[in-house]
């Protein structure tokens, strides 16, 4: 089974197979590109992706 949640205008994805759940974050980027890292729950996903936008917009604020 295979979920993908759309948070903060980026992704967590959410696999369960062979009893193993998988948890990963894609963090878009304005060029198109991404990066897709392993995160252990998914409120970590959540905190990720919240760093990530704070800091995105505390370097465009400045």
């Not at 992704?11 to 590109?33: K, S, W």
């Not at 897709?36 to 970590?44: E, F, H, M, V």
Request: net charge positive; hydrophobic share 40%.
């Amino acid at each position: 089974m295979f979920h993908t949640i759309g948070y903060k205008g980026h992704y967590i994805h959410l696999a369960y197979q062979d009893g193993v759940e998988t948890i990963q974050t894609q963090i878009m980027y304005a060029d198109g590109g991404f990066t897709l890292q392993r995160r252990n729950t998914y409120a970590g996903a959540q905190r990720a992706i919240t760093r990530h936008v704070r800091a995105a917009l505390a370097a465009a604020n400045q």
